[in-house]
C-alpha cells in the first residue's frame, strides 16, 4: 500500500479480500507492506471494517467461515505466536475458530512469511520506500496474486513492470478471477499456465508444431536461407 492510497477503500477492500472464506482462498492476500506514515490510520480502519463485516465478535458471525480441518486449523494457528498482534489472535480448537487477525512489525525470516498461510492471518511488513517493497517482494516466491493500493500512475506502472507475479488487481482484491475474460493463473511456483474463457481451452489443448520440407527443393531452400550450410547437403 502507498502513502496516498485511499485509507478507508483499501481497508474495506483489503479486509474483504483477506478475510473471506476465513482467508482460505488462493488468492488471498498473504501479507502487507507499508509504511509506519499510514500504518496506524490503516489498522484502525482494518479493525472498523471487520467489525462491520463480522461484527463486534465474528465468532458469533454467520458470515465468518471455520477452519477446514483440525490439522490445517493447528498449523495456522502456530503462525500467531510470538508474533505482535493489532487486532483478533483469538482461536477455539472446538469450532476450528481462527479470529480475523492483523499482525504488526513481522520479520522476513518469521514462520508466518516461509509459506502459504491460507488462513485469516494478515501479516504486516514496515518498509521506508517503494525500492524495499519491490525488493521484498522479487525476493519471495513469486506470488500467484499482487495487489497495490495508489492513486499514483507512475507507481502503478512500476511496480507492474518491476515485479513478477500471475495476476492481481490495482486498488482492489481477488477480482480478476471473478472476470471469466481475464486469464488467471501463476508464473513460476505459483503455477504454470492459464484459464477462463478461451484460455481454458488453450490450457488444455495442444498446439503441435510440424514443419513439411518438400524433397524437391530441399537444396534450394538451404542455399537461399542458410548460404554458409550448402555445402554440407
Known sequence: MADDADIDITARRLAWGKFVNAGQTCVAPDYLLISNRVKDKLFRALIVQIERFYGSDPRKSEHYARIISDNHFDRVSRLIKGCTVVTGGQTDPAERYIAPTILDDVKLDAPVMQEEIFGPILPT??????????????????????????????????????????????????????????????????????YHGKESFRSFSHRKSIVENPAGWTI????RLIPSMASSY
Request: hydrophobic share 40%; glycine share 14%.
Open 220 to 223: 534450394q531452400c538451404v542455399i
Open 125 to 194: 511488513i514496515t518498509v521506508g520506500a517503494i525500492d524495499e517493497s519491490i525488493e521484498i517482494v522479487n525476493s519471495l516466491p513469486k506470488p500467484l496474486s499482487l495487489y497495490l493500493f495508489t492513486e499514483d500512475s507512475n507507481l502503478k506502472k512500476r511496480v507492474l513492470n518491476d515485479t513478477s507475479s500471475g495476476g492481481g488487481c490495482i486498488n482492489d482484491t481477488l477480482l480478476h478471477v471473478g472476470n471469466v475474460h481475464l486469464p488467471f493463473g501463476g508464473v513460476g511456483m505459483s503455477g504454470i499456465g492459464a
